[in-house]
């Protein structure tokens, strides 16, 4: 969170387009403990199906931006190694998972570098619910709980929504803005780059910044709007009665988005500011003690991050988002396996391969049966290509992509990758192995797939040889499962 306060300009906008449907009462529930979760009472069907988001996997990512810090410099300020670093951590496993990802550029900002903006499928593109938490952090220390919490809070429910892939009623884009510790910079940036209608399309921005303080509160961004409303009604089930984030107005990336007019709300725990004895004696804690005793210091590590506080912010993101933005029930799972012919027995349909990439050719033995997808291998430059156009149902738990590949090679370098073999779904790269990966039979690869569901997509293998000494990618028993 920034440390300057800046002055509200304008008053809170109605928010307006939204619906939210809350229980006629809310009931009290014990508080969390840091790892069991109790789902609130009464709840709409929605609400129900929320999710339980893993604090574990939450805390996964802070050590992953702890250890990113680390290696660079001990901190993750906008524009230095570790923000970049940070970008492309989050980035890569939102690709994995499915998500339209895109960076843009601040140039303005103190430090110019990279706002990451990630949109989910389904909803109306002009029915958008946005969720955003600022990814740098300041050059003292590595910014885990401000503003790591928020950032890692964020990215475990995109993934989890992913996962999930549910009938959506409103587009949910997520943000993570560079720069906000000099000026709320990359938020600003973002909001001025749209057109009046495109932020006439986002109905609710919902800001996290520090939402783990080790002796936190529960605060909520304009507690008592419309647009709070789903935050508030999950806080208010466990009986936690949070307050006005006072000490947050005007210092994060909300700031910009209440100026245009766009309705916003969010969660936070506190900064410097001290806690107040009511507050010590309603949620624990230490009075006349900062919220966060690691505020923009050095020890603002994954020490300094209380789970119970950052669970309960977790969940009722998860909460929150499934209230406003999910809708039309679950698909039904119409599992299986999705890939035809996958072991290459029946011909060549329904695949497209280069000419003699399906082969019973003795040079390379099949792993089962007679048939297998046989690429390169001739010692000279070529590129094979071996593909499948696969339907993958929505509504199942698990998908994976499963096959057997075979490297035999006569290179001699231990170094240098000469051939390679790329597996892509979509646009997206799976994985890609070379000479260097050469071993003795089958080695089975999987891959999760579940970003894709309810999309047709090909699944793309891609061999490439160089001039000398061949490289062969035999493939086997090829399987995509749904369940």
Known sequence: MRGRTL?????????????VTLAAQPVTASPRTATTVARPIAATAAALAAPDISVTNVQAHLTQFNSIATGNGGNRRAGS???????????????????????QYCSS????SNNLIAEWRGGSADQVVMFGAHLDGVSAGPGINDNGTGSATLLENA???????PTMSKRVRFAWWTDEEQGLNGSRFYVNSLSATQRGYIKGYYNFDMVGSTNGGYFINRVSSTTAAPLKAYWDSLGLQPEENVEGQGRSDDYYFQQAGIPTS????????RKTSS??????????????????RACDTTANVSATVLNRAADGVAYALWQLAVGGGTPTCTGGQVVGNGGFESGSTPWTASSGVITNASGQPARTGSYKAWLDGSGRSRTHTLSQSVTIPAGCSTYTLSFWLHID???????????RLTVQVGSTTLATYSNLNAAAG????????????GQTVTLRFTGTEDSSLQTSFVIDDVTLQAS
């Open 7 to 19: 002055s509200a300009g304008v008053a809170l906008a109605v928010f307006a387009g939204m619906t």
């Open 81 to 103: 190694a570790g923000y970049t670093a940070s970008l492309s951590y989050v980035k890569t496993r939102l690709q994995a998972a499915g998500y339209t990802v895109t960076e």
């Open 109 to 112: 900002c103190t430090y110019p």
């Open 159 to 165: 993934l989890v929504l992913a996962a999930q892939n």
């Open 266 to 273: 969010g969660y936070a725990a506190g900064a410097s500011a």
């Open 279 to 296: 507050q010590a004696a309603k949620w624990g804690g230490t009075a006349n003690s900062a919220y966060d005793p690691c505020y923009h």
């Open 409 to 419: 090679t006569a290179e001699t370098t231990g170094s240098t990758a000469y051939d």
């Open 442 to 453: 089958y080695v089975q690869r999987s891959f999760n797939v579940a970003g894709f569901a």
